[in-house]
């Protein structure tokens, strides 16, 4: 009962302040809300908060706040900066309200920055190169994902890779890991071989879809570099099958002559003793020796070095060897074996043999002894005559060549010399003979040597060495003679042009109509050209006078095409002179003196006299009126009249060959 006094006393003393309390948080600055969320990269443009400022209070930032970002105007809280997620997630404003210099309250107003896909991945190289053991397991990690990516300063990103190949073939060989895990993994065997080295492009993108907005890619470049092992044992050349990692060798063959020992290597085929390192980027050299079988005696040596096969010593009997031939690389890691057969058999019935049965040469006149004799064929070479052994090609050096039959020439090793001064010009023949000086077989050919006046002009085997002239510089010179005559041609045209145009303008403007220009008078039945004159007027002159020309001019034609008046018949027959023609056949040619004058008249055409020995009264002359180049072409079709041709009557029109005779 006592507790509840003093409780219920407690309460009567405390009523009276509570109006003091809400008075007092009445008049304290407040903001709400006091948390916000806003995008980086936004733009501010209005207040963020309105801060509540009871009377005689002022607001102010206080030092704990975000520096620079945020401003007060009035009782208006704005933000001063563009918030960047990067740079600063979360800004803090922290109010201050003062009554004077007394702080009254404090505030907080926290901005909180999302954000968003505004950055692209960025890779930690532009070039990266790795170098890749030609021996390495396939499902291999060549390149671990940590050296490969990319970073995205936007933290809810991400990132998708791409391997795209720069080099051919490429993606057969490599591959990603997985497209969120940048890990290159070798696919297949490499070779060194068919690939030195293969280059990627790595692509980086923030997002999954390609065509996403925002989407930000980068990208980087991986060259890898294959690098060579020891992986093939060394190859006997040529290979009979090869491919990138085997190589099946040809067997070596070879024969030696019984009861010789051959200095010099043995010839084999399809070639020598040699062996090359299967690993072609390592190429170690390589050392060669025989492997010795059971009992097998020391008769052939081989180089280390070189792969040589020599004899040792001489074989007794024919027999056949088989020695096994072991190429080993330097460092003795890997080696291969080849068989190498070498007959042995009897030499003499081995003879040599000329490639051809006749050689040709000439040499100049006067040639002094120990000139050579120069190949017909290649002029500018000098003549080699040579055998060989076909069995035992070894022998080859050992073969001597002289001349038998004839004392003007010699043999010096394979040329042919002259043992004389040669004074007489002619062709001459000889016989080479070839000694085998190991079998000691022969054989022989033919020389034959022309000795020429003059020293031959070399011309070459080929004919290309000793040309005055190249092909280039006579094409330059076929075309600058041809570029001459050209202009030499358009020179000549523009003199005629210059000299001639006139006339041929005139004459080419229209050619003679025979049908149309036809003078009827000298034309016969059968439409063949007589020479029979033409009935002419009585002449208006005595006998005693000079014949007089009369006018050969017509009456202007009218058009389109008038009849020529009718030419009146002679008194008598004999009044009539004879044409040239006419006299010509009665008295022969010295029985008339023919002068043809021409003369250009001003209408168009020729005037054309004929004269005969003794000129008189009944003197013929002749005028034949060539038609004008204006003529009008209907009075060409006017000209082709008919006309009877008993009474010398013809039809022509204008400008027709116009007749007079005097």
Not at 36 to 56: D, I, M, R, Y
Not at 365 to 375: C, I, M, P
């Amino acid at each position: 009962m006592g507790a509840w006094a003093l409780l219920l006393g407690a309460w009567a003393l405390l009523l009276p302040l509570l109006p003091d309390a809400a008075e007092a948080q009445a008049q304290a600055c407040s903001v709400s809300p006091n948390v916000f969320e806003v995008k980086e990269n936004t733009e501010p443009t209005s207040p963020l908060v309105e801060v509540f400022v009871p009377e005689g209070q002022q607001v102010t930032l206080g030092p704990s706040s975000t520096p620079f970002a945020f401003r007060i105007q009035g009782t208006q809280l704005f933000l001063n900066v563009t918030p960047d997620y990067e740079e600063n997630p979360v800004l803090e404003a922290q109010l201050e309200c003062r009554r004077g210099g007394t702080l009254v309250t404090q505030q907080k107003v926290l901005v909180i920055v999302l954000d968003v896909n505004d950055n692209p991945p960025k890779f930690s190289f532009e070039v990266k190169v790795q170098r890749v053991s030609e021996d390495t397991k396939v499902n291999t990690t060549v390149i671990p994902e940590t050296e490969l990516q990319a970073e995205d300063l936007d933290k809810d990103d991400t990132l998708f890779y791409t391997l795209q190949e720069v080099t051919p073939g490429a993606s057969d060989l490599f591959s990603l890991v997985g497209v969120n895990l940048p890990a290159v993994r070798l696919d297949r065997p490499l070779d060194f071989d068919r690939h030195r080295n293969v280059t990627f492009r790595l692509l980086v993108r923030d997002t999954q879809e390609e065509d996403a907005v925002p989407s930000h890619t980068a990208t980087a470049t991986l060259v890898l570099e294959v690098q060579p092992a020891d992986l093939r044992p060394p190859w006997f050349l040529p290979c009979a099958y090869e491919d990138s990692h085997f190589c099946l060798p040809a067997q070596y063959r070879g024969a030696v002559p019984t009861g010789h020992r051959l200095p010099s290597p043995l010839i084999l085929r399809p070639g020598p003793i040699y062996a090359v390192d299967g690993d072609r980027g390592i190429s170690q050299r390589i050392v060669y020796s025989l492997i010795k079988q059971g009992s097998e005696d020391d008769t052939f040596v081989i180089s280390a070095d070189s792969g040589n096969l020599t004899m040792a010593k001489s074989v007794s009997s024919p027999q056949t060897f088989l020695l096994l031939v072991k190429g080993e690389q330097e460092d003795r890691a890997r080696y291969s074996v080849t068989q190498v057969t070498v007959e042995a058999r009897d030499a003499s019935g081995s003879l040599p043999h000329f490639p051809q049965s006749l050689y040709r040469g000439t040499v100049a006149l006067d040639s002094a002894a120990g000139a050579a004799v120069k190949d017909a064929a290649a002029p500018s070479q000098p003549l080699r005559i040579w055998a060989q052994d076909p069995e035992f090609p070894d022998f080859n050096s050992a073969i001597t060549y002289r001349v038998t039959n004839n004392s003007d020439f010699r043999m010096d090793g394979e040329e042919v010399l002259t043992a004389t001064q040669l004074v007489q010009a002619g062709i001459f023949y000889a016989e080479v003979e070839a000694t085998n000086t190991v079998t000691s077989g022969t054989a022989a050919a033919v020389l034959e040597i022309e000795v020429t006046e003059l020293q031959p002009t070399p011309t070459g085997g080929s004919h290309a060495d000793d040309q005055r002239f190249s092909v280039t510089e006579m094409a330059a010179l076929g075309g600058v003679l041809g570029a001459m005559l050209l202009l030499a041609v358009i020179a000549l045209l523009i003199l005629v042009h210059k000299h001639y145009g006139p006339q041929l303008r005139c004459c080419s403007g229209k050619a003679l109509e025979p049908q149309g220009f036809d003078n009827k008078a000298f034309l016969s039945d059968n439409g063949e050209a007589s020479w029979a004159p033409a009935p002419s007027p009585p002449p208006t002159h005595t006998p005693g006078e000079g014949p007089a020309e009369v006018s050969p001019e017509p009456p202007t034609p009218e058009p389109p095409a008038p009849r020529l008046p009718t030419l009146p018949t002679p008194a008598s027959p004999g009044a009539i002179p004879e044409s040239p023609a006419v006299a010509r056949d009665e008295g022969g040619p010295a029985g008339v003196r023919s002068i043809l004058t021409k003369e250009r008249r001003p209408e168009g055409g020729y005037k054309a006299v004929w004269f005969g020995e003794n000129i008189g009264a009944e003197a013929d002359v002749v005028v034949l009126n060539a038609p004008t180049l204006d003529e009008d072409p209907a009075s060409e079709s006017g000209s082709e009249g008919t006309g009877d041709e008993g009474d010398g009557a013809s039809d022509v029109g204008a400008s027709t060959y116009d007749s007079t005779h005097i």
